[in-house]
């Protein structure tokens, strides 16, 4: 029963914009902050309503909330027997919600402040159906998914949102409503996935919040979190395969069904074939192989194989054809504190250093271990600015897994390309811009050059077959943004003459490229602002 109710001032006051609905289980030790992240919302308190429910906490929990009851009107409190997991008091709270929209609020994580009135805004301005808000790791724990970009319509197939079906996201609560969706009780993994699946499989408009950090998602110091605890995992694999029944129903084969399927496999299919797997014996570790089989053998098409890194590649195909030592040491090498570098080939295609790679006595295809594709070049700039008549660029560039190499900065005109020496500490670069030498040695000519990074590096560390990459340097801070546009780099963006030696002086802009920000450096004749096309 709620510890506050007045039906008569809830039969009168007008409903509220977003109901908050709190599961709680003998988490304590994070209910100030939980709680009180919800309370310190700048959105009007009287247009949210607190629904926390209490299953059956034994830590003091409950008595916390019934007190908290007493100070914040807007908190309804409800208590009902443990039930196993989050998915009854989701329900319960979900019952009892009055708002326009529905928020679940984990009572372990915590809300930016400004975090409803965002998402709520978003909703309102372009009737969606689902908000996302942008997740943020904390105390060892990472976000599910990076949202960078604020989007009002984006779907499962073209965005990253499908990657995170957690509940903490805003819904529009006559849409759950007319859909009848509801979180699966009783269980305490993949709870929300029938609800977040359909959720998002259905809606009319997903949009997402990604300029403000709306959801913290904390890791907890004795690691009870529930995606930490141990489970029946063969009983898991089956309710996994009812679930992913329910998206095959929903989506017919072909690509737009392999998109989710891939996240699938890395999310659910192939999550429980690391410490779990290798903690069971011989027959539990069989069980659990033959319990994913099935899941394999349906929705595992080459799109998807393909599409997986090499560890969850390996893993899929020895689930696939039955082999059991081969997938054992796949899962112990991924257990290890330092792997090996990767082989490199003379050609320049890159594998994953798995046990058994062209093992003629194993059926492990070479193909699985080819991360060639996935060798992407880290890279950030962190800074620039002119000082005798160079520009001064330093950075970070590094290809993961790899040893020592050489970096250097192209310049990449229609004329052709340069290069000049970058001098590196570790992962950490800075290289000197000077358009008397830039073009080997020689004056840089007029026109437009476009700035890259590039790092070429072996697997040994000095010699052998390397790997090169390279990539667009990108300002960090967004035109218009406070930053090196405003701040200290500023004068880095300002037009300003330049020797060039013997070519004679010339005008040098740097500027942003649009619409991806590159940053680039014009060399000419004075002019009005940056070449067509340009942005400061």
Same mark, same amino acid.
């Given at each position: 029963?709620?510890? $506050?109710?007045?039906?008569?001032?809830?039969?009168?006051?007008?409903?509220?914009?977003?109901?908050?609905? @709190?599961?709680?289980?003998?988490?304590?030790?994070? /209910?100030?902050? $939980?709680?009180?992240?919800?309370?310190?919302?700048?959105?009007?308190?009287?247009? @949210?309503?607190?629904?926390?429910?209490?299953?059956?906490?034994?830590?003091?929990?409950?008595?916390?909330?019934?007190?908290?009851?007493?100070?914040?009107?807007?908190?309804?409190? /409800?208590?009902?027997?443990?039930?196993?997991?989050?998915?009854?008091?989701?329900?319960?709270?979900?019952?009892?919600?009055?708002?326009?929209?529905?928020?679940?609020?984990?009572?372990?994580?915590?809300?930016?402040?400004?975090?409803?009135?965002?998402?709520?805004?978003?909703?309102?301005?372009?009737?969606?159906? @689902?908000?996302?808000?942008?997740?943020?790791?904390?105390?060892?724990?990472?976000?599910?998914?990076?949202?960078?970009?604020?989007?009002?319509?984006?779907?499962?197939?073209? $965005?990253?949102?499908?990657?995170?079906?957690?509940?903490?996201?805003?819904?529009?609560?006559?849409?759950?409503?007319?859909?009848?969706?509801?979180?699966?009780? *009783?269980?305490?993994?993949?709870?929300?996935?029938?609800?977040?699946?359909?959720?998002?499989?259905?809606?009319?408009?997903?949009?997402?919040?990604?300029?403000?950090?709306?959801?913290?998602?904390?890791?907890?110091?004795? =690691?009870?979190?529930?995606?930490?605890?141990?489970?029946?995992?063969?009983?898991?694999?089956?309710?996994?395969?009812?679930?992913?029944?329910?998206?095959?129903? %929903? &989506?017919?084969?072909?690509?737009? !069904?392999?998109?989710?399927?891939?996240?699938?496999?890395?999310?659910?299919?192939?999550?429980p074939f690391a410490a779990p797997y290798l903690a069971r014996d011989t027959a539990g570790r069989r069980a659990m192989a033959a319990a994913a089989r099935p899941l394999v053998e349906c929705y595992l098409t080459d799109r998807v194989l393909a599409a997986l890194p090499p560890g969850l590649r390996l893993r899929a195909h020895c689930l696939r054809h039955a082999l059991h030592d081969e997938l054992t040491a796949v899962v112990r090498a991924d257990t290890g504190t330092r792997p090996p570098p990767p082989h490199i080939d003379a050609d320049g295609r890159v594998f994953a250093p798995y046990p058994y790679f062209r093992d003629p006595a194993r059926a492990l295809p070479e193909a699985c271990?080819?991360?060639? =594709?996935?060798?992407?070049?880290?890279? !950030?700039?962190? *800074?620039?600015?002119?000082?005798?008549?160079?520009?001064?660029? !330093?950075?970070?560039?590094?290809?993961?897994? /790899?040893?020592?190499?050489?970096?250097?900065?192209?310049?990449?005109?229609?004329?052709?390309? #340069?290069?000049?020496?970058?001098?590196?500490?570790? %992962?950490?670069?800075?290289?000197?811009?000077?358009?008397?030498?830039?073009?080997?040695?020689?004056?840089?000519?007029?026109?437009?050059? *476009?700035?890259?990074?590039? &790092?070429?590096? #072996?697997?040994?560390?000095?010699?052998?077959?390397?790997?090169?990459?390279?990539?667009?340097?990108?300002?960090?801070?967004?035109?218009?943004?406070?930053?090196?546009?405003?701040?200290?780099?500023?004068?880095?963006?300002?037009? !300003?003459?330049?020797?060039?030696?013997?070519?004679?002086?010339?005008?040098?802009?740097?500027?942003?490229?649009?619409? #991806?920000? #590159?940053?680039?450096?014009?060399?000419?004749?004075?002019?009005?602002?940056?070449?067509?096309?340009?942005?400061?």
């Open positions: 029963m709620p510890a $506050s109710d007045d039906t008569t001032a809830a039969a009168t006051a007008p409903p509220p914009t977003v109901s908050v609905v @709190i599961p709680v289980h003998n988490t304590r030790p994070y /209910l100030d902050r $939980s709680l009180g992240s919800v309370f310190a919302q700048t959105l009007d308190p009287r247009r @949210i309503q607190v629904i926390a429910v209490d299953d059956g906490s034994t830590d003091g929990s409950a008595q916390y909330l019934t007190e908290q009851a007493r100070h914040h009107p807007n908190l309804t409190v /409800l208590h009902q027997p443990a039930s196993g997991g989050a998915g009854r008091p989701r329900n319960v709270g979900l019952a009892h919600a009055r708002g326009d929209y529905l928020f679940f609020l984990d009572s372990d994580d915590h809300l930016g402040t400004e975090a409803l009135a965002r998402l709520t805004r978003m909703a309102q301005a372009h009737g969606s159906d @689902i908000v996302y808000g942008r997740i943020v790791g904390a105390d060892g724990r990472a976000a599910p998914v990076d949202l960078r970009t604020t989007a009002a319509a984006v779907t499962p197939f073209d $965005s990253p949102v499908y990657w995170t079906l957690a509940a903490y996201k805003l819904f529009r609560r006559s849409f759950v409503e007319r859909h009848r969706l509801r979180f699966t009780e *009783g269980r305490l993994l993949a709870e929300d996935l029938p609800f977040g699946i359909t959720a998002l499989l259905r809606a009319q408009t997903v949009s997402v919040v990604a300029d403000y950090d709306c959801y913290y998602l904390h890791g907890r110091p004795d =690691d009870s979190n529930a995606s930490r605890q141990d489970t029946d995992w063969c009983d898991y694999l089956d309710y996994i395969g009812g679930v992913l029944a329910d998206v095959a129903a %929903e &989506v017919p084969p072909g690509a737009h !069904r392999d998109t989710l399927m891939v996240r699938h496999f890395h999310g659910e299919i192939l999550m271990y080819d991360l060639t =594709d996935r060798m992407v070049l880290r890279q !950030r700039l962190t *800074g620039w600015r002119w000082s005798g008549g160079a520009v001064h660029l !330093r950075g970070t560039a590094t290809l993961p897994h /790899l040893g020592g190499g050489t970096v250097e900065v192209l310049l990449h005109g229609s004329a052709g390309d #340069h290069r000049v020496p970058a001098r590196c500490e570790g %992962e950490h670069w800075r290289a000197a811009v000077d358009p008397a030498t830039a073009a080997d040695g020689r004056p840089l000519p007029d026109g437009t050059w *476009g700035l890259k990074v590039a &790092v070429t590096a #072996h697997a040994d560390g000095t010699t052998g077959p390397a790997l090169r990459r390279e990539a667009w340097l990108v300002p960090e801070t967004p035109a218009g943004a406070p930053g090196p546009s405003h701040g200290p780099d500023a004068a880095g963006l300002t037009p !300003r003459t330049v020797a060039r030696g013997p070519a004679g002086p010339a005008v040098a802009t740097l500027f942003r490229s649009r619409p #991806h920000g #590159h940053l680039h450096l014009h060399l000419g004749t004075p002019c009005a602002g940056p070449p067509v096309g340009a942005l400061w």
